[in-house]
């Protein structure tokens, strides 16, 4: 299982595992994928709760978007109630948080060996961005790489700027290794919920890196983001030009408009057209 068999997903929306209200609201949402969140945004008192919560959601929703659940760590003490609630869940795919190595995906692929489940490894420690490759290669249910930038900042002791500047070895490093094994790479989320500029920034930064989505913390955050993964109608209008230009020449390079037109750039261009397809496919009314 690998990126070019999933549809397109920009936006993947965390929901605390534990407040059905704001489960119904996400699920609902324009996101292209739900998180529920076992992990940080639920108390050790309340890990019960939010499995049974997520047992109910899963249980009646009956719509279409890509639902995870963000477990704890393989290394905590909640992962051995989380497997056991899981047997009776049937979600989309389980994010993994800290994943440090092959080892952490190995009770999930043992434990459900019949279910045909999405591993979507957070690499947010030093250990884990190391070993990425190892993790990325080490089921075929790996369907993604996510970074987690503030973990991440936290083990390292990086400080961050505005521009986030000091993360691009860790980001580059995900976004080249889920490229080589046909993953998607999902960026960390922003930190701003008011300043959509600041999110959108933060969106299209990851684009720029390569990037095929990005993580959300709040239903606000996801029209900037869409529009940050979405290329605009001028681009696919411009791919589109070169693309029948490239089937008119039959021809292995050519040039065109002043650059050098090969197979990398038909390529580039073919995945925009992909992408603008299926941003106006998953828009309600047209719209991102």
Known sequence: MNMHSLPWRRSWLFVPGHEPRKIERALSSAADAV???WEDAVLPQDKAKARSCTHEACA???????????INSPRSESFAGDLRALRSIQPTGIMIPKCESPDDLKDMTASFPDQELWLVPLLETPRGVLRAEEIAGASNRVA????????????????PSENELEFLMARSRIVTVARAY??????????????????????AHAYRLGFTGKLAIHPTQLEAIHAAFAPSAEEARE?????RQAESRQAGAFSWKGQMVDKAVLEKARAIMQRFQAAKASAPSGKN
């Open 35 to 37: 998180i529920l969140d």
């Open 60 to 70: 009646s929703y009956s719509g279409n978007k890509s639902v995870l659940i963000r």
């Open 144 to 159: 993604g790489l996510a970074f987690g930038a503030h973990d991440f900042a936290a083990t390292t002791g990086i400080h």
């Open 182 to 203: 046909g993953l998607a790479a999902l960026d960390s989320p922003a930190a701003a919920l008011e300043d959509a500029r600041a999110v959108q920034q933060s969106a």
């Open 239 to 243: 791919a589109e030009d070169l693309l």
